[in-house]
């Protein structure tokens, strides 16, 4: 795959980043068997074979067996560690977390971004994570208290960049303005079931800024790619029109759901998820088409469902 730099980083990545949030195969870790942690390593060594170079991780993920098993494939695959860019995310707080009574919220606290980046450094067995998110914006976050911890990771030489996820663009100029160093990504939803980002400034504010947009969950959870289904009439005709681009570019459906993002100026990094083999590297051939502009208004006009203003 074509090579793009990270926003404010030295790192070059492939165009796709492959996603772990799905490799332990459940959200419960008492779930996780021997034959799903060997089916999560097989998914991220066919990810890495395939040619991703930037991995997604978060804290959360089946409780931090994601990380584990990816740390496990380091352990088995030294050499994977000098070739990949590795990201992962704190913030998220679920119920029972760490009293029974506590509640579901987000947690920006100094305390818990730093104690939550030597448990995941932990996992992964790794001494440096590349690009350290926050996941979800908390609304009592003192840019002045985060900057403290991302300033004492990253003097410790456990975090080299710092990033944010699923923040409006008044949320990252709110923490950016308690930062030294830039924010490098924004990682949020978006595909052509979900067109805000497009429409609320966050792509804007990523050109603006500097800042490298992440996708997660590119198809749509599923329904864009190839095999996906719907019973909504005006996404039935979006996913009609993806099969007679698809057709017309000799790609399928799911190659053409993740070149429309492609094709966005802010250069937009996809996140696929897919744990198999087959879809892993299939994806890939997304890097390679060139949407003309025409085709690609075709596209966002069907998912809007309605003409343009």
Request: charged share 25%; hydrophobic share 40%; with cysteine.
């Amino acid at each position: 795959m074509q090579l793009q730099r990270i926003a404010n980083t030295e790192f070059d990545v492939a165009r796709l980043s492959y996603g772990c949030m799905r490799i332990s195969g459940t959200w419960d870790p008492d779930e996780v068997t021997q034959e799903r942690w060997e089916i999560g390593e097989k998914a991220v060594i066919a990810a890495y074979e395939a040619g991703y170079t930037l991995f997604d991780h978060a804290d959360i993920y089946c409780a931090g067996r994601c990380e584990q098993i990816h740390g496990s494939v380091l352990k088995k695959i030294p050499s994977m560690r000098d070739e990949i860019v590795i990201a992962t995310k704190c913030g998220i707080r679920f119920p029972g977390d760490p009293t029974p009574e506590s509640p579901h919220r987000y947690d920006f606290s100094a305390e818990h971004i730093v104690a939550s980046c030597d448990k995941s450094l932990a996992r992964l067995g790794i001494d440096t994570i590349d690009i350290y998110q926050l996941h979800r914006p908390d609304l009592l976050m003192n840019p002045g208290e985060v900057a403290s911890a991302f300033e004492k990771l990253h003097a410790a030489g456990k975090v080299r960049y710092f990033g944010v996820s699923n923040f409006l663009p008044s949320f990252v100029s709110c923490l950016q303005s308690g930062l030294r160093a830039p924010l490098t990504v924004n990682q949020v939803e978006i595909h052509l079931g979900r067109l805000d980002c497009l429409n609320d400034g966050t792509l804007d504010q990523c050109i603006e800024k500097n800042i490298t947009p992440l996708s997660w969950s590119p198809l749509g959870g599923g329904w864009l790619g190839t095999g996906g289904t719907t019973t909504d009439p005006v996404r039935q005709k979006l996913l009609d029109l993806l099969d007679q681009k698809a057709e017309e570019y000799g790609v399928t459906r799911t190659a053409i759901s993740l070149a429309w993002l492609l094709k966005h100026p802010g250069k937009i990094i996809p996140i696929v998820g897919s744990t198999k083999k087959a879809n892993i590297e299939a994806a890939t051939k997304a890097d390679a088409i060139d949407l003309s502009r025409e085709d690609w208004y075709r596209i966002l006009v069907a998912a809007r469902g309605k003409g343009l203003p």
